[in-house]
């Protein structure tokens, strides 16, 4: 079983900073790749992808956040960090972490998700 907790969350006001945590523990073999999806509020709005570390692509961010937001990974506490600066209020929204897992064995690639926390920024 494995568990992916975020932390880090919070009320902030635009301009300011924050910086998110998110833990997988458990049943690890290997980890593909990490990163942070994100959910606005309001009807229809989808999940979008913020930012990502990936083992064979690298890392990526949104057009959005490009410049503002740094993923970094601590490959030996399999914890990924999202450092977010000079926010604005449309970054409010619940953020969500994942890692990708693979099987050695079968080389299955299987994610898992946190339970999102809440980014709100507001003045």
């Known amino acids: 079983q494995v568990h992916v907790v975020e932390s880090g969350g919070g009320l902030v006001q635009p301009g300011g900073s924050l910086r998110l945590s998110c833990a997988a523990s458990g049943s690890i073999f290997s980890i593909d790749g990490m990163g942070w999806y994100r959910q606005a509020p309001g009807p229809g709005n989808q999940r979008e992808l913020v930012?990502?570390?990936?083992?064979?692509?690298?890392?990526g961010y949104a057009d959005s956040v490009k410049g503002r937001f740094t993923i970094s990974i601590d490959n030996a506490e399999d914890t990924v960090y999202l450092r977010m600066n000079s926010l604005k209020p449309e970054d409010t929204a619940v953020y969500y972490c994942?890692?990708?897992?693979?099987?050695?064995?079968?080389?299955?690639?299987?994610?898992?998700w946190g339970q999102g926390t809440q980014v709100t920024v507001s003045s």
């Open positions: 930012a990502f570390v990936s083992s064979g692509v690298g890392h």
């Open positions: 994942y890692v990708d897992l693979r099987d050695p064995r079968s080389q299955r690639l299987d994610r898992y």
